[in-house]
């Protein structure tokens, strides 16, 4: 770029603000700035017997940890809610061995993101 380019420019800075309080002059629009998306991690835990029976509740928990972190998302302005990273690990948990078998924990997590 050359200096007078550079100079150029920099001549043309006070048409385009309002010298007062460097506003845009009417006429030109300024870009809104962009929204800020708020993100929040949510987690579940559940534990029983049956390792089917136990993930499915985790899962059905975390739907309704998401639901009160959507609420509490919305309270602060938070508008159109994505879900990313959902997910469901588990493991054994107690050994009671013979008839009883085996209990397991399970824990979802996700991602709950809205735009501010």
């Known amino acids: 770029m050359s200096r007078l380019t550079v100079i150029a420019a920099l001549a043309a800075l006070p048409c385009l603000l309002n010298e007062a309080n460097g506003e845009p002059v009417r006429g030109r ?13 949510v987690r579940a835990i559940a534990t029983g ?10 899962d059905g928990n975390l739907d309704l940890v998401i639901d009160g972190a959507k ?3 919305a309270e602060k302005g938070a508008k159109g809610f994505s879900v990313r990273k959902r997910g469901v690990a588990c493991e054994h948990y107690i050994d009671f061995g ?3 078998g085996r209990e397991h924990k399970c824990s ?6 809205g735009k501010s």
């Open 108 to 113: 979802a997590s996700a991602q709950l993101c």
């Open 98 to 100: 013979g008839a009883i």
């Open 71 to 73: 609420n509490r998302l």
């Open 29 to 41: 629009s300024a870009k809104a700035p962009a929204r800020q998306e708020i993100c929040e991690t």
């Open 49 to 58: 017997f049956g390792q089917a029976n136990v993930t499915e509740f985790a």
